[in-house]
């Protein structure tokens, strides 16, 4: 058999795609085996090409998955767009069965929905929405807390499901919530699939043939779940579009609401957005429709106790009469732990991670210490390990001390903790949120947890602290995380009987202006990021890390130069990067703005090297 040569994508690996030879015709995007060095890899195959004037390696085992031209296609963007190598972006991707198992025949699948019972009733209102998501290839679902945004996403699903084509819901990670489940399968039946991290290997095997075999008609999962091996998808949501979570903090970054949209256009397939805080990009971007109100009539009123981050009377007074009444409440609290810092008050010296330029955050449950950068943990220390003293103390308020502060309040109240510290499973998940519902708690305690997907149909109190924290963050989304945060931290009260929101703020006037009118905000922060800021500028960030801190520094150094050369894009700045240190490793970083990113990618390409990870549009700049 005549042998041929194929261009072959590492999986995972940083280095461009190597020539391999092999002595069977291969189809573009089949994965094999290869040998690199002395290890045996997977790879996929990209192209054919033509024999080259130097010894190749052999193709080894022929892996029994293959990457879709849609996948491939993707990959490749990703690749260009966010600077990491093909193979690393075909790592995303989960690919199809070379022999998949036989697709459920459509007509039996739909007459089983069909004995499902249709339990949706849309208001004028969310009809309306319907028909304009309808309408758009691209639309944004601009809808208040609790305005039955899910029903509308389902109802889109029922239309989708009925001309034989599947349904990608994308969530983040953390709203993955039982209840949200529990909506979904209710509606679907058992066609409904999760997809998310918590997952073990047998339970994802599982996942996997259902999508294969087409038995899985809506797959609900994070991120990561857009690169599952969905055949006939005909419909991808984003709800909570505007979280954070969707931006990969890792190469490849790219963000999976973009890429949502990037797919649904390869797809030709509509793509529907949803948020009651919006980014201000898919604002700017995207045709949307306002879907005002809750489905509830109960109201929330706002008071404001001007006060730092501390548990003052105000709020254990609030919290003690909300618990008199018989109702429940939430307090939030924007970290987690006893975060940030643990200081002796006899010599300043305060506990840092060996590791990293960033103090050790207190766990008081386990007695421990914990970098949140890079995991290091160590024993919580009785006595300064500077002076000796005994006068340690933690600078930031945290939920365990919170939590033990309240319980002192009254032995009778229900206090319990909710944050990723204490919920480290899907089981106890569920046993608390059960307990809360059933009134077995009376006070949750927690962080961004509490605001994600949850409904809580009893809380007539929110306390809302730490958030001038948020606002005063050195970011251009300073303004639109905290209010966001805000809005929704509050809609998770007042779901059926009228609830008081406590926010300790300095900031009462700018809150207070949007509280009502959430677009009105946005309109004036694209106003004040015109010309400056995205969306109207596109922006990159260029972080190069080494163990050796003048290493790194020098190859800045040479990237600024070469971009001064450039010219084609603004150098915002460059230097030492906020935290200097993380995981051993010196950092440094440039930050680059343009009106277009074809300039930047241009300009990146040019002045890339090993010790470069690069950002495109930012989420994080410490």
């Known amino acids: 058999m005549e042998t041929g040569y194929y261009s072959i994508a590492l999986l995972g690996s940083p280095l461009e795609p190597l020539t391999y030879r092999g002595k069977n015709f291969l189809v573009i995007g089949t994965e094999v085996e290869v040998f690199l060095s002395t290890r045996t890899i997977h790879g996929v195959v990209i192209a054919q090409c033509e024999k080259p004037d130097f010894t190749t390696q052999p193709i080894g085992e022929i892996a029994p998955f293959c990457y879709s031209d849609t996948q491939i296609k993707t990959a490749n963007f990703i690749s260009d767009y966010y600077g990491c190598s093909l193979g690393e972006a075909l790592n995303l991707f989960v690919p199809f069965p070379v022999h998949p198992e036989p697709v459920v025949g459509f007509m039996v699948r739909l007459a089983h929905h069909e004995r499902m019972t249709i339990d949706i009733t849309l208001s004028e209102s969310q009809s309306q929405a319907l028909d304009f998501i309808r309408a758009h290839s691209v639309s944004l679902l601009f809808g208040d807390t609790g305005a039955g945004k899910s029903e509308i996403y389902m109802s889109r699903m029922d239309e989708i499901f009925r001309e034989g084509k599947r349904c990608l819901l994308l969530l983040p990670e953390i709203s993955l919530t039982p209840q949200m489940e529990k909506r979904f399968c209710n509606h679907f039946s058992d066609s409904v699939v999760l997809w998310h991290s918590k997952m073990t290997p047998k339970q994802k095997k599982v996942t996997l043939e259902k999508i294969y075999n087409g038995t899985a008609h809506i797959i609900v999962g994070p991120r990561s779940a857009l690169f599952l091996p969905i055949a006939d998808l005909g419909l991808i949501v984003v709800d909570e579009e505007h979280d954070e979570s969707y931006k990969s903090s890792s190469r490849p970054r790219y963000n999976a609401r973009d890429m949502a949209v990037y797919i649904g256009n390869l797809l030709k397939i509509p793509v529907v957005l949803g948020s009651a805080t919006p980014s201000l990009g898919s604002y700017s971007k995207y045709p949307f429709f306002r879907l005002r109100g809750g489905y509830f009539e109960a109201k929330r009123t706002f008071d404001f106790e001007p006060s730092l981050e501390a548990l003052t009377p105000t709020i254990d007074r609030a919290i003690m009469e909300n618990n008199v009444s018989g109702h429940q409440a939430i307090v939030f609290i924007p970290t987690r732990a006893n975060f940030k810092y643990t200081v002796c008050d006899a010599c300043g010296y305060h506990v840092e991670c060996p590791f990293c330029s960033v103090g050790m955050s207190q766990h008081k449950n386990s007695r421990a210490l914990k970098c949140h950068y890079c995991n290091y943990t160590e024993v919580l220390p009785k006595v300064c390990p ?222 890339k090297s090993p010790l470069c990870e690069i950002d495109m549009d930012p989420l994080e700049f410490t």
Not at 445 to 461: A, E, R, W
Not at 495 to 519: C, M, P
Not at 543 to 549: C, I, R, T
């Open 386 to 607: 500077k002076c000796q003293s005994g006068a340690l103390r933690t600078t930031r308020l945290g939920t365990a001390e919170a939590v033990e502060h309240f319980k002192g309040l009254n032995e009778d109240l229900r206090v319990q903790q909710f944050d990723r510290d204490i919920i480290t499973t899907q089981n106890k998940l569920i046993k608390v949120l059960e307990a809360f519902n059933n009134k077995e708690i009376d006070l949750l305690v927690g962080t961004q947890m509490l605001s994600k997907g949850h409904d809580y149909h009893d809380i007539t109190l929110a306390v809302v602290m730490g958030i001038d924290n948020l606002l005063s963050q050195s970011d251009y989304r300073a303004r639109e995380k905290a209010l966001s945060l805000l809005v929704q931290i509050a809609g998770r009260s007042g779901r059926k009987q009228n609830a008081t929101v406590l926010v300790q703020s300095f900031n009462e006037s700018f809150f207070r202006g949007y509280l009502d009118d959430y677009e009105q905000f946005l309109i004036d922060e694209l106003r004040i990021r015109n010309g400056r800021y995205p969306p109207t500028k596109k922006l990159a960030r260029l972080l190069y890390a080494h163990k050796n801190g003048l290493k790194a520094k020098a190859e800045m150094e040479r990237a600024v130069e070469q971009i001064e050369r450039i010219g084609q894009v603004q150098m915002v700045g460059f230097g030492a990067s906020p935290i200097e240190k993380i995981a051993d490793k010196y950092r440094f970083q440039i930050l680059l703005r343009s009106d277009k990113s074809t300039d930047l990618i241009r300009a990146i390409k040019q002045v």
